[in-house]
């Protein structure tokens, strides 16, 4: 199993920045892709960005170049440095794991406002 958690999130002005942590453990050896997931009011949840074991990354076209993924293999951390934040980038975060064989792991969310 792989447990995650979340942190970082908050009240941003719009233009502003803000950095999401995600710490893993238990069977972390097994993750092959991390991923920051976000969920507006009354939308789906969205993929934003995801990034491998090799540490290949993807971004959604919404925050592509304005959001930046990475992951620390020595902390067990996968970040998200979020840069010229708007209001519609307002939602709850998720972190995510997909481990082999085929399992998912989610994090609780942590809350991102962007509002002045």
Known sequence: QVQ?????????QPGGSLRLSCAASG???YIYVMGWYRQAPGKQR???????SGGITNYADS???????SRDNAKNTMYLQMSSLKPEDT???Y????YFPTKD???????VTVSS
Do not use: D, M, P
């Open 105 to 111: 792991a989610w994090g609780q969310g942590t809350q």
């Open 63 to 69: 925050v592509k170049g304005r959001f930046t993924i």
């Open 4 to 12: 995650l958690v979340e942190s970082g999130g908050g009240l941003v």
């Open 27 to 29: 069977s972390i050896g």
């Open 91 to 93: 939602a709850v975060y």
């Open 46 to 52: 969205e993929l934003a960005a995801t990034i491998t």
């Open 95 to 98: 972190c995510n794991a997909k």
